[in-house]
């Protein structure tokens, strides 16, 4: 988990590449990576999440949808199914989320852009005080383009399977991290370093 100020906001440039909540632009959605939805899932899944407030950003180039993600202006629990466990962001928090980029328009910087651009809709648009993205620690080109946007290592989310044994804990590194395990919403120890 990595966290952005409302103070780090105001230093970051405002780009304008993406259009807000334009589901029409899903047209141009094609699956690149095995890992994601086919279009017609992708578009259920993305009207299902419009419905309930959360707000689609996309860039179309062409006939070629290079650029989306997604902000939920407040968010009280985020949850990863995959690990069990879920995150409790302070009040006033936003969330960015699935943002993805097309192999076609990689490295020139429509990430970095994105997340500008919805962090000042975060904090205008939505009041938020500070905003959360989610990235997978083995993601390192999301991470370094995140703290180039001014995202802080907020705490980790962590599973491990050993001998058969799962087990799962947060390891918070700012003030206000919260997490539990998902079927009960309990809080989670810390582990010990």
Known sequence: MY????????????PSLMRRDSPEDLEHYTPTDADQLGKRAYREMAEARMAVGHHLYTRVEGRTLVHYGWLIDRQERGEDLELGLVFFPPAGSAALYDYHT???????????????????????????TRAYIYIYSDNARSRHVAEKAGFTHAGSLVMTHRFFRRRRWARPVQEGFSAGLLSSGNALPRRRR
């Open 3 to 14: 966290c952005c100020s409302v103070e780090t906001i105001d230093r970051l440039p405002r």
């Open 102 to 128: 097309h192999p076609s328009a990689r490295g020139r910087g429509l990430y970095f852009a994105a997340l500008c651009q919805v962090l000042h809709d975060a904090r205008d648009l939505a009041a938020a």
